[in-house]
């Protein structure tokens, strides 16, 4: 898991949530370090990595300001589309 540590005048920080190597168990204690994350920065915090329309509303939910994604719309049949679904993912606080 890659975390950018917070410096002086950083404007936002990134969180990679999810590993093609990471195992579907590591998720939650990767959802759970985001919050703890999250409360000890003052800057926004964006998870990417492995991010997908059927976990972006839990990465949002745990703390992250926004997601960065590329396969989750560029690999779809329609990319207008996956991508128009993950931000009404994201809007579902």
Known sequence: ????KQKNNEKCSNLNIYSSFVLNLCSEVRLQLLQKIK???SIPIVGIGGIS???ASQV?????DGIAVVSAILSKQYPEIAAKNLYLKTQNK
């Open 60 to 64: 949002i939910q745990s703390g992250a």
């Open 39 to 41: 409360s000890s920065v």
């Open 1 to 4: 898991m890659g975390v950018n």
């Open 53 to 55: 329309q059927g976990n």
